[in-house]
């Protein structure tokens, strides 16, 4: 006689990273299945120290299916970054970005300037300046940056830098200074 071998889906076969850290068995409609496979355990163990099993399934449950996998890699990041940083959490991240947003804005506002300033002493025009039009928020910017830039003592980067960090808001704290800085694994989260 012929025997029958049906293959198992994996996913029935061994348990999801949720089912197996609560040592539950896991069922078929199981809500973190999808989201935290058993070869992802350490994922699972940290949501569930920062949220707790109980506020995922809620979070889980109340939204959209399509929407679900979205926010469990946002949960999973979340939760890395304030088991990294208890303190600020994924916000010192955005901080941190903001603060070299804020810088970038800054350059490029001074590189359009000085270059109007070459233009104007060479009596050369490279492009059209009546064509850019600076908003109004990137003009009082620049101003308040170039106040602050002279409160600090003139070009030195460091000194501006350490001013911005220093105002509320303005920087993330410890390590903000640094432009390469970002929390280890950062780039997975975005992949």
Request: net charge negative; charged share 20%; with cysteine.
């Amino acid at each position: 006689m012929e025997s029958l071998t049906v293959a198992r889906d994996p996913t029935l076969s061994s348990p999801c990273a949720g089912c197996k850290f609560l040592r539950r068995k896991c069922q078929p409609n199981c809500v973190f299945a999808p989201y935290f496979p058993g070869n992802q355990a350490q994922k699972f163990v940290d949501v569930h120290r920062v949220f707790g099993a109980s506020n995922l399934t809620k979070i889980l449950n109340d939204l959209h299916p399509n929407q679900r996998e979205d926010a469990a890699k946002s949960l999973v990041y979340e939760a890395q970054m304030r088991i990294q940083d208890p303190v600020y959490g994924c916000v010192g991240v955005i901080l941190v970005l903001e603060d070299q947003l804020q810088r970038l804005k800054f350059q490029l506002l001074s590189a359009w300037e000085e270059l109007t300033r070459l233009e104007a002493a060479t009596g050369m025009r490279t492009i059209g300046m009546e064509e850019v039009v600076f908003p109004d928020w990137l003009r009082e910017q620049q101003r308040m940056m170039t106040m602050v830039m002279m409160m600090s003592g003139g070009g030195d980067d460091s000194g501006l830098i350490a001013t911005m960090n220093s105002g509320a808001g303005a920087g993330a704290g410890a390590g903000a200074e640094d432009d390469g800085w970002l929390p280890g694994g950062f780039e997975d989260y975005f992949a």
